[in-house]
Structure formats: structure tokens, C-alpha cells
């Protein structure tokens, strides 16, 4: 029998209930001085374009900085063997961006590009968490994964004529033990690395900046246009990777925007489980609102956001950016279809970092997130960067049926049951 009650925070352990305003416990202090922080790099203090380029340079040196990125000349690639698929070929390599470590990655390269020695642009791709590389790359994973579909990005890229690389988060698939959940193995490789004084953003950065200087000299790399693309927790690595360096022309973020600060002080109604604390970035509170102001500082280079987010002090933020450089053309802002209609989003005017007694859901709800449909978006990304890099619309109609085919296969499997996905699944005791 299970003694174990499930225990709930509410607004309540988050108050002070002193006439001294003083907290008595240590949960309601950190949350409170948290919450009154006023950061010192947010767009909000930038009040013209000439002011832009200098901030953005304090943003970017203060991220490296908070990031605690290790620096390590360029490391060695290997590629280990190459595979014919329909279209394009699949190169395994792996490379040691330190002593001890070897971190793998696929690359996918269209046949007539290899036949022709072109250069063409590419695209590295992160992915959502519990997903691998070979997810991203169409291949069959063998890891747990509900719908793999769902992270297909190198693999739709590559169709589309791009040069893709398919790379993990650290501690994930591949990267992962054996037999372990790979959530249990993040938890423990996050400890590990904060005691060696680093962070996980920072460790997963420092290798997407060396992939980067690995496409720039490829030979069939266009090494001026070069994007990074996203889902989920893979959001992060693209999105500090972009921040960081100029080479990279184009982002593709398949997530919502959100400022984690204001889901931190927001939601206080929440089941006490253990934070999965892969995104965080000590310090960065001091200074910036993680997503929205980082994502601001990559105007005016082209973005797509896939998922939308919250308005007030978010996506406004980045609207705003792009406006006051004269290039909102640059920013392609989508939202889930559920929130297409600006009618439906009604929560416009509310300030989530000055809210409180939100649920996780109630979050959600607020930053216009249909959990349901969270996902590449090929009918997006695929258009949008043909557009931008080889300088046409996508004129495939073979590609676009299978894109406009994919969208119902989506809908498909994120309605159905485990039972039809698996059928050989054994029932969970």
C-alpha cells in the first residue's frame, strides 16, 4: 500500500504572513526576491536604433558570460560511415570538443548536391526533449518516443534541398544510460555539471558553435547562409547559438516564446515534483528575460516563430524590436492554429510576470499553447527558409503534398491511443 500523499504548492507558501514582510521560510523569500529583480540588459531600456548594436553587444558578452562556457580550440570530426536513403545521403560522424568526450551527429546531404559539388545553404537541427538525432533524421528510433514525427526536422529539410545536421541534448537518447529514463540521467548529468561550475546551456552552446565552424568550411556548405532550427528544449541551444554568433542568418523556433521568469512568479498552484532544471541559467535574472530580450537582440536578422507566446513583455518585445530597425518583413510570428485569430487571444493585456495563482495549465492557456499540436512545423520552416536562402517559393508540388499529407498524419497521432501507435507495447502494471 502506498502511503505517499501527493503534495501541492499553492499561492499561500509564497506570501508572507509577517507584518514585517519578512518570510520565515525560505521558499516565499528566494520566489520574492526573485520577483522584484529589475533586469539590467531588458529591450525595455533600449528607446532607439542606435541604441540597438550597443546593447546587443552587452547582451551577447554577458550571455557567454552567464553561460560559463569552457573554451576549447575547433576539435577534431570524424566521419564514420555514409548511407545511400531516397534522395540524399546520411553521414554519421562524431567529434571531441574535449579530453573524454565524443559527441555524434548526422549529417544529410541531397544526392544531386553531392553529384554537382554545389554549395547550398544549411541548417542545424536540436531537438525536443527525450528525441535523438535520429528522429530528427527520419530514422527509426529505438528509444521510446510517442511520435517521432513530431521532431522530423533534418529529414524535411533535406528533402527541401538544404544541407541538415541532426545533434542531441546532452544526457538524452543516444547520450543517455542504457535501461535508465532519460529524465532521471538529465537530473543527475545537471548536478554533475553545476558542480564542475557550468551549465547546461552552456555546455550544449559551446558544441552548436562548433558545428558551426565545421559547416563553414565544408566544401558543399554555402558558409553564408547558415541557419539553426528548434523544438522545445532544443529551442535553447539555437536560440543562444544565434545570439552568439552573426553566422548564423536564420532561426526557425518551433516552440512558444516564453519568459520563464514570469512562468516561475505566475504559476503558483503546481503538484511538488522535481524541476527539470535543463533551461536555467544561474544569474541570468539580474540581467535579462531569457527568450523574449535574447530573442529581441537577434533583430534584424530573419525569424521565424513558429508558436507564438504571450503578448505583453514577450512577443511584443520582439515585435518591437524588429520595428524599431525598420525590419519587421525579417520576423515571421505564427501561432498555434487553435490561436490564429488575434479574437482568441484574449490575454493580451495581461502581465504574467505581475500574476500570480496561475496552474501550469492556466499558463499555457495564457501564452496561447495547444499542447496537442507542439511540433516542427514543416508547412512553416520549409517555405519560409526555401524562400529566404535559395530565393524562391517552394515549387516541389511532390514536397508540398507530402508536407500537406504530414499535417493530418500529425493530427492522426496526436489524437490516437498508445495501444494503435504500439501495438506491441506491453500494458503498463
Known amino acids: ?9 499553492t499561492a499561500e507558501n509564497f506570501k508572507s504572513a509577517r507584518p514585517d514582510g519578512r518570510f520565515d521560510r525560505s521558499l ?51 566521419l564514420l560511415k555514409e548511407e545511400k536513403r531516397d534522395g540524399y545521403r546520411l ?22 548536391v553531392i553529384a554537382g559539388g554545389r554549395k547550398v545553404p544549411a541548417v542545424i537541427c536540436n531537438p525536443g526533449s527525450g528525441a535523438g538525432m535520429k528522429s530528427l533524421a527520419g530514422e527509426p528510433d529505438t528509444r521510446p518516443n510517442r511520435y517521432p514525427g513530431r521532431n522530423r ?14 545533434i542531441e541534448n546532452p544526457a538524452t537518447a543516444e547520450n543517455s544510460e542504457p535501461g535508465i529514463p532519460y529524465g532521471l540521467t538529465q537530473l543527475r548529468f545537471l548536478s554533475l555539471l553545476m558542480k564542475a561550475g557550468r551549465t547546461c546551456q552552456g555546455f550544449i552552446t559551446e558544441q552548436r558553435l562548433m558545428v558551426l565552424e565545421f559547416l563553414k568550411k565544408h566544401p558543399l556548405v554555402d558558409p553564408g547562409k547558415l541557419a539553426c532550427s528548434g523544438l522545445s528544449l532544443g529551442c535553447g541551444g539555437i536560440l543562444y547559438t544565434t545570439v552568439l554568433s552573426d553566422d548564423v542568418r536564420a532561426m526557425i523556433y518551433n516552440d512558444f516564446v516564453c519568459d520563464g521568469d514570469a512562468r ?37 536578422r530573419p525569424m521565424l516563430l513558429a508558436e507564438g507566446g504571450a503578448w505583453k513583455g514577450n ?46 495549465e492556466d499558463y499555457l492557456d495564457y501564452s496561447y499553447v495547444d499542447v496537442s499540436q507542439h511540433s516542427f512545423h514543416p508547412e512553416l520552416a520549409i517555405p519560409w527558409l526555401t524562400k529566404l536562402f535559395f530565393g524562391k517559393e517552394c515549387g516541389d508540388p511532390a514536397l508540398s503534398a507530402e508536407i500537406e499529407a504530414s499535417l493530418s498524419e500529425k493530427e492522426h497521432f496526436f489524437n490516437a491511443d498508445d495501444e494503435e501507435i504500439f501495438p506491441d507495447k506491453e500494458p503498463q502494471k
Open 264 to 300: 516561475l512568479f505566475s504559476v503558483t498552484e503546481f503538484p511538488a515534483d522535481p524541476v527539470m532544471a535543463a533551461g536555467f541559467i544561474p544569474g541570468a535574472s539580474d540581467w535579462f528575460a531569457i527568450q523574449p530580450d535574447l530573442t529581441a537582440s537577434i533583430a534584424p
Open 28 to 78: 516565499g523569500f528566494i520566489y520574492e526576491s526573485l520577483r522584484r529583480k529589475e533586469p539590467k540588459l531588458s529591450f525595455d531600456r533600449v528607446s532607439s536604433a542606435a541604441e540597438f548594436p550597443a546593447w546587443r553587444e552587452r547582451v551577447r558578452e554577458k550571455l557567454r558570460e552567464l553561460l560559463r562556457m569552457v573554451p576549447h580550440p575547433q576539435p577534431e570530426f570524424v
Open 153 to 166: 526536422q533534418a529529414w524535411w529539410y533535406v528533402k527541401a534541398g538544404f544541407i541538415a545536421v541532426a
Open 91 to 112: 553521414f554519421h560522424y562524431e567529434f571531441y570538443p574535449e579530453d573524454l568526450l565524443a559527441v555524434p551527429f548526422l549529417m544529410l546531404i541531397p544526392e544531386d
Open 315 to 360: 512577443i511584443e518585445k520582439i515585435v518591437r524590436s524588429y520595428e524599431m530597425l525598420d525590419a519587421r518583413e525579417n520576423l515571421s510570428l505564427n501561432y498555434y492554429k487553435k490561436y490564429a485569430d488575434p479574437a482568441s487571444r484574449k490575454y493580451d493585456s495581461v502581465d504574467l510576470r505581475k500574476t500570480t495563482g496561475l496552474t501550469g
Open 1 to 9: 500500500m502506498n502511503f505517499m500523499k501527493k503534495s501541492f504548492f
